[in-house]
């Protein structure tokens, strides 16, 4: 089934710009590039899929609106956080909590740069552990390369309803998924304690920043990792490079150090490490 239009503010000022020229319809993107649709246009609403929806008020630049059965708001939420999903030029969203982005989008697609560090983990045929699962995109170039199947955690409820908004992240009831990804709302790392000994062929573990969640860059936790995976494994670790020019803090360095440590072969690789289960 179709997502839910969504509306930024490009496309909604293309509508208005064809509704003020006078013309009957309009082709424009409802679902964050990922497709072109045609909107029928009339003076006080628009047109799609059989459903009918008002012109949206004025809209915020760097925001998606939805609708929400009366108006349009933002795909955004507080709960003790802002958690909010943010346009990027390349059509699949990022977001942000309290301001701060959470996937890198200055150079590439956020779905282009998770498809280069699955890559990695060579996901094909095999059952992989995605740890903070974020809006998905892990899981989605996990399912796109071939895995037999993914396990994915969120701890945060707020990022999980991202989802259900987001069309480009990977629904586990859908055909594409064919039964391959497990989505749980979780803290891995508490859930991890009853995973499985080497129940995973691979890993991948892109955390919030050290100061968010420092537990899950913890030498306990990087041992549950080693425990779960089985020997020859690949684990790609995201890191970033925080606090490398104000204070030379090296972190993909020390991240690596604590995976030697607790039974991988660590290296930096890309904007993070990764590491071979010995």
Request: glycine letters at 10%.
């Amino acid at each position: 089934m179709p997502h839910a239009p969504l509306l930024t503010l490009d496309v909604a000022r293309a509508l208005e710009r064809a509704r003020a020229a006078g013309a009957a319809t309009c082709e424009a993107s409802l679902d964050l590039g990922r497709s072109r649709a045609v909107v029928a246009l009339a003076a006080e609403a628009w047109s799609w899929n059989g459903s009918q929806y008002p012109y949206p008020g004025k809209l915020r630049d760097r925001t998606i609106y939805h609708f929400d059965g009366q108006d349009w708001e933002p795909a955004a939420r507080y709960a003790g956080s802002l958690i909010k999903l943010v346009p990027t030029p390349w059509g699949p969203p990022t977001f942000e909590i309290d301001g701060i982005k959470m996937l890198p989008t200055a150079k590439e697609s956020p779905l282009e740069d998770a498809r280069r560090k699955v890559a990695l983990v060579q996901p094909r045929g095999r059952t992989v552990l995605d740890t903070c699962g974020g809006l998905g995109y892990f899981a989605a170039c996990c399912l796109e390369a071939g895995v037999a199947r993914i396990v994915s955690f969120e701890k945060n409820e707020s990022v999980l309803w991202l989802r259900t908004l987001n069309p480009w992240s990977p629904d586990p009831d859908g055909a594409e998924a064919g039964g391959r990804l497990e989505l749980n709302h979780g803290d891995v790392s508490q859930a991890i304690a009853g995973l499985p000994d080497a129940s995973f062929d691979a890993l991948l573990h892109d955390p919030p920043r050290f100061g968010i969640a420092g537990e899950l860059y913890s030498q306990e936790f990087y041992g549950q990792l080693a425990r779960v995976l089985r020997r020859g494994g690949r684990l790609f670790h995201y890191t970033g490079s925080p606090n490398r020019l104000t204070s030379g803090r090296d972190v993909p360095r020390e991240v690596a150090r604590r995976l030697d440590k607790a039974g991988f072969r660590a290296e930096p690789a890309l904007d993070g490490v990764l590491a071979v289960r010995r």
